[in-house]
């Protein structure tokens, strides 16, 4: 669907008629995408980073977290658990940790692989060399927020990091035949509406397979502690309106907005999303992948988090996708 800039604001600001945004883009999630509700797995391997996001937890100047590096067989051990319960995906997600040789990786993702499921990576920039090498190792997609579009903010937010820099790994990555997953946060200090629905549009623009829209919430350990949070209800009227413009994409009901509010991801259910990614990292690790305060289901082991998400998805008339769950347009790959 095409929406204009002032159109997209004027949704984004309205918050006496959400119901309605919600409403019609949860008509446009089932005519599009159905009432299937695909899990992804998600395994958080590593939080040792080489960057410095102004927001985030594992930024590398936090000492207070203690920092672990999932060997690639826990790796691998995690990702065969977690296929035992039934994922048909899994997601790997570090911070930009370079204590990983790319053969490293490339040996996780093969046996991942052999699992019989879709993989998806999340780490970062990295070299074309690398990323080609994960793809033709089977990696299937990957995931890679831009943040925000405002080059301004984002150089604000990200020192010695370059927004075009990440912009062209997202071009290279799409160019290697993945399905690529991009989005942004939400309530950023500075941030506009404006500047949100410059965002989305270009989220459009690029082609993305996956929006991952979710707030941003200050961590007490980063440059932000004293920032406000950003809002539930802004985030899911951001994300209904991608529904809108993009309307068989993939869209996960993100973990950040469960941590605002108990229910946040049910909401998002209702309100566009149509993917869930809980957290199948082992107790032990899962705490210390702080990157804001509070996380929703941080203590709930895998298998309580599978059967309490099936009843909740039950409860509003959906079920648990038992495909891979590709952007329906390349259902047929993984
Ligand atoms: N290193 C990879 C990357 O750069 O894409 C993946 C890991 S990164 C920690 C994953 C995502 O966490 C980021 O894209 C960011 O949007 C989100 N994040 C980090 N800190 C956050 C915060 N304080 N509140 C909400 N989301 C946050």
Known sequence: MKLTKQKIVEL???????????????????????????????????NFCRNSCFYCGIRRE????????????????????????????IVLQSGEDVGYSCDDLCRVIEEIKKMDVALTLSIGEREYEEYAAFKNCGADRYLMRIETTDKKLYHQLHPKMSWQHRY??????????????????????NQ????????????????????GIGPFIAHPNTPLKNCLSGTLDLSLRAMSVIRLLMPDINIPATTAMETLEKK???????????????????????????????????????????????????????????????????????
């Open 168 to 189: 062209e790994c997202l071009m290279m990555i799409k160019e290697l035949g993945y399905e690529l997953g991009s989005g942004i946060l939400v309530g950023l200090p």
């Open 62 to 89: 936090n000492a207070q977290i203690k920092r672990y590096r999932l060997t690639p067989d826990e790796i691998i051990s995690l990702a065969r658990g977690a296929v035992q319960l039934g994922f048909k995906t």
């Open 12 to 46: 984004l600001e309205n918050s006496d008629n959400q119901d309605d945004l919600f409403h019609r883009a949860d008509l446009i999630r089932k005519k599009n995408v159905g009432d299937s509700v695909f899990l992804r797995g998600l395994i958080e391997f590593s």
């Open 264 to 334: 946040g991801r049910i909401r998002a259910l209702k309100a566009g999303a149509n993917v869930v990614m809980p957290n199948v990292t082992d107790s032990l690790h899962r705490s210390f992948y702080e990157l804001y305060p509070n996380k929703a289901c941080l203590n709930d082991g895998v298998a309580h988090c599978y059967a309490c998400l099936n009843l909740q998805i039950q409860s509003i008339g959906r079920k648990i996708g038992t495909g891979y769950g590709s952007h329906v347009k390349n259902s047929v790959k993984k």
């Open 192 to 211: 506009s509406l404006e500047s949100i629905a410059d965002d989305l549009l270009f989220l459009q623009k690029i082609g993305i397979d996956m929006a």
